[in-house]
Nanobody, 121 residues
Framework: VQLQASGGGSVTPGGSLRPSCSTS????????IGWFRQASGKEREWVSG????????PYRESIEDRFTSSRGNAEKTVYLQMDNLTPEDTAVYYC???????????????WGQGTLVTVSS
């Protein structure tokens, strides 16, 4: 199983980015996939997650109105549309997978490498 995150970059405050997480070898219809982030000097924190089927997408409270997760089932890729970015969003963003949203938030089974997002003026 491989998860490959990409699409980070550098933007100014108020800008947008759309990282993606492509998967291979994963039972796509059995896994929830989501995003975590880790800022320099801080612990990794959960950002958002998507279950394998339709349902509510939970987001971290501080980003709920600015970030949107989506699943591209045909390409087995998860996207994180990030709008109105602030310097506090600067971090390495990781994608992860687990058999269910609850497990995803607590103990992901698979991790991708990170993609760096920098928000600075």
């Amino acid at each position: 199983v491989q998860l490959q995150a990409s699409g980070g970059g550098s933007v100014t405050p108020g800008g947008s980015l759309r990282p993606s997480c492509s998967t291979s070898g994963l039972s796509w219809n059995e896994y929830a996939i989501g995003w975590f982030r880790q800022a320099s000097g801080k612990e990794r924190e959960w950002v958002s997650g998507l279950g394998a089927g339709p349902g509510i997408t939970p987001y971290r409270e501080s980003i709920e109105d600015r970030f949107t997760s989506s699943r591209g089932n045909a390409e087995k890729t998860v996207y994180l549309q990030m709008d109105n970015l602030t310097p506090e969003d600067t971090a390495v963003y990781y994608c992860a997978a687990a058999r269910g949203l609850a497990l995803l938030q607590r103990t992901p089974e698979y991790w991708g490498q990170g993609t760096l997002v920098t928000v600075s003026s």
